[in-house]
């Protein structure tokens, strides 16, 4: 990585949402030009007119920016540029470097079964001296001997045979150019310097090269690919199969600070081992070199871990703020969180889980989630003694504050035989019956915070409602 200015590109298909194996590629783009006070340019491959629409361009810059992943420059859009992409393809054809081809995908798959041979394009009209027409394709034609090699920052030496590369396809019949020719062009126009991109596009990379050859456009100083992200199964994430989409992520109350904390160490890791830490800290410490060529599994149980992390490390005024847009009952919500934000953020791993969480201080008569009703109280040693018990002392008490809640739950959970007088440390399986009581369900924030939170009067009603369903 000699090149003092290096430019990098994250470069979309807008076919869909922002995937999350793009979303590392373009971050880890954006990590190494960061790092090396480079530039990140943004180029979006916008050449499949059928599949590509301005409102899908928009929902992957959409993603982007929600992940804080800004680019140098005007955005580039390929189909822009379609013209000096035709160009120069008819510039290989007069250079005796393509040729029209009229051959359909049946005729080709029939010959290679006929011959048994590998499948794909066998060369059929290489020598046919075929006009242009409307049912023709111009192939490149790819060197019979040799080899195309190239250095990989992650893969090290990677070499491919010439005569194993297909004769490939450069102008569909409708005259559009296809992925490879638009690529190879927009990069040397571009000045991109660093290739880095997925795995899967390795196969595809002596092509590339073989392009940027004939056209004598030079090559990129650095390719990197980066490994595949896999699900538990060790399968490649699947879009049908598996929860891929960023856009989702962020609908389900991650941070997005949390999704490039955990996306950065798809295939990468710090030395120093600490792998919970600020975008500024990644940045220093990144290199692409360092990243590895193994498949790397992509956990969301993983990625809630550090989005609960990210949320704890919040202030408090930060977190409501957060939150905010996940409050579906407005201001009210708002105002109740806001005194007990501290003890929430410390229990929640989405923020689609806070109001859930004080739902109780807002509902009336508490909503009582059935399976918590279940497992507390149906299942729950003496939850009828306790509850009568905590019902007395809590009547009786003087004053109402956590920790004055706290001394008459204790008290109650030995008066009912729940808890002995030494064993205050088994409190927490007491507070069951009077939590889903009083709160709905069998988590939330501290017990006696709540109770404080909730008020005496409405505390005692729902302790007195549960009893009499008892």
């Not at 994430?237 to 955990?262: C, H, T």
């Not at 792998?275 to 790397?296: C, H, K, N, W």
């Not at 109001?355 to 003496?382: C, H, N, R, T, Y």
């Not at 017990?447 to 005692?460: D, I, K, V």
Request: with cysteine.
């Amino acid at each position: 990585m000699t090149n003092p200015n290096p430019r990098l590109r994250f470069a979309p298909s807008p076919t869909g949402f922002l995937h999350v194996g793009n979303a590392r590629a373009a971050l880890f783009n954006w990590l190494e030009a960061r790092r090396a006070g480079g530039e990140m340019l943004l180029r979006v491959e916008d050449t499949d007119r059928e599949r590509s629409s301005s409102e899908l361009v928009d929902n992957i810059l959409t993603s982007l920016r929600w992940l804080g992943l800004d680019w140098d420059g005007d955005i580039v859009f390929q189909a822009d540029h379609l013209d000096a992409h035709r160009e120069a393809a008819l510039h290989l054809l007069d250079t005796g470097r393509a040729y029209w081809c009229d051959c359909t995908s049946e005729a080709v798959q029939a010959r290679a079964k006929a011959r048994g041979g590998p499948p794909g394009y066998d060369g059929f009209c290489r020598d046919r001296g075929l006009p242009r027409s409307d049912d023709t394709a111009l192939r490149f034609r790819a060197p019979d001997d040799g080899t195309t090699a190239f250095t990989d920052l992650i893969r090290g030496e990677v070499s491919f045979e010439n005569k194993t590369i297909e004769d490939f396809v450069l102008l569909r019949s409708s005259g559009l150019p296809v992925f490879l020719l638009s690529n190879a062009i927009d990069d040397a126009t571009m000045g991109i310097t660093h290739v880095v991109r997925g795995e899967d596009h390795v196969p595809g990379t002596p092509k590339y090269l073989l392009l940027r050859d004939a056209l004598k456009l030079g090559r990129p100083d650095v390719f990197a690919h980066l490994p595949m992200l896999v699900n538990e199964a060790r399968q490649k994430l699947s879009k049908r199969r598996d929860a891929v989409s960023v856009a989702d992520f962020e609908a389900q109350g991650y941070l997005p600070e949390a999704m490039v904390n955990y996306l950065a160490l798809l295939g990468w890791g710090p030395k120093d081992g600490v792998e919970v830490r600020p975008l500024g800290e990644i940045v220093e410490l990144f290199r692409l070199q360092d990243v590895t060529s193994s498949p790397a599994f992509f956990d969301v149980k993983k990625l809630q871990a550090f989005n609960a992390d990210h949320l704890r490390a919040l202030p408090a005024a930060e977190f409501v703020r957060r939150a905010h847009p996940f409050l579906t009952r407005g201001q009210a919500a708002v105002t109740t969180l806001e005194p007990l934000a501290s003890l929430v953020q410390e229990r929640v791993r989405l923020l689609t889980e806070v109001e859930p969480m004080i739902a109780f201080l807002l509902d009336d008569p508490v909503v009582i989630d059935d399976e918590s009703w279940q497992k507390a109280m149906v299942k729950g040693k003496a939850a009828p003694e306790m509850l009568a018990a905590v019902t007395h002392r809590l009547d009786t008490l003087d004053g109402w504050s956590a920790d004055a809640i706290r001394a008459a739950v204790e008290g109650a959970a030995v008066e009912a035989g729940l808890v002995n007088a030494e064993g205050a440390a088994q409190l927490s399986k007491a507070q069951g019956p009077v939590r889903v009581a009083t709160t709905g369900r069998i988590v939330g924030p501290p017990l006696f915070e709540a109770l404080e939170a909730l008020g005496r009067e409405r505390t005692l009603t729902r302790l007195r409602e549960a009893a009499a369903r008892l």
